[in-house]
């Protein structure tokens, strides 16, 4: 799954799950949806893997509002781009 589909369809998504990433994070970047481990802030399998921690769902959601209810006043990639910036300089 790429960034750009978790920012579309990320209000079909259970609010205790958390983002993980590839970086460089673009709109194309890899990433998988999962429950944050206790014991740390990546599970293991996905660090090893490259992935790190990007935002909980429930925070993304706070950033970007609900596509399908809203007037589309940026596109998707806008909306993503701008997940982006959020989760590099204000988490």
Do not use: H
Not at 17 to 37: G, M, R
Not at 56 to 70: G, N, R, S, T, Y
């Amino acid at each position: 799954m790429k960034l750009m589909e978790v920012t579309r369809d990320l209000y079909s998504l259970d609010e205790d799950l958390t983002i993980y990433a590839k970086k460089p994070w673009t709109c194309e970047s890899e990433v998988q949806v999962q429950f944050e481990p206790e014991e740390s802030l990546v599970p293991r399998p996905l660090e090893k893997e490259g992935f790190e921690y990007f935002l909980e769902v429930f925070v993304a959601k706070e950033v970007v509002p609900d596509l399908a209810e809203i007037e589309p006043s940026f596109t998707l990639e806008q909306w993503c781009e701008r997940l982006i910036r959020y989760a590099e300089n204000d988490a």
